[in-house]
């Protein structure tokens, strides 16, 4: 069965950073439910050579049709020039949780 779930990863600077937008996001109903996963190290080019930064993930759960919105809301109330905000389709899921995204999502 298709469906049109999606998980969103944003980094961010800090959690108090990741919990702002967590927050922000749900107020709005753009997504059912995040995680925020902290410390993560991550590596990336930046400004010509490598680097490196303790950051926090947020794994956010929503719908395709809502993934404008979230990024233009991410990019908002983010600090970053070029926030990561990617989406991954959900393949499957259980029946109860999809349902309950449905129920919580903005329609």
């Known amino acids: 069965m298709k469906n049109n779930y999606i998980i969103i990863l944003v980094t961010s600077k800090d959690k108090q950073e990741a919990e702002k ?3 922000s996001l749900l107020k709005e109903h753009l ?6 996963v902290n410390p ?5 080019h930046w400004s010509g050579k490598i680097d490196k930064a303790e ?3 947020i794994v956010m759960k929503s719908r395709m049709d809502l993934f ?3 990024a233009e ?3 908002g ?10 989406a991954l389709p959900i393949v499957e899921g259980s029946k109860a949780y999809l349902d309950w995204m449905s129920c919580v999502l903005k329609p």
Not at 31 to 36: G, P, Q
Not at 77 to 86: A, D, K, Q, R, W
């Open 55 to 57: 950051e926090c993930l």
């Open 21 to 23: 937008i967590t927050q």
């Open 77 to 86: 109330l983010h600090s970053y020039e070029v926030p990561e905000i990617l």
């Open 31 to 36: 997504i059912a439910c995040a995680n925020i």
């Open 40 to 44: 993560v190290t991550s590596f990336f």
């Open 73 to 75: 809301h991410v990019k």
């Open 68 to 70: 404008t919105q979230v």
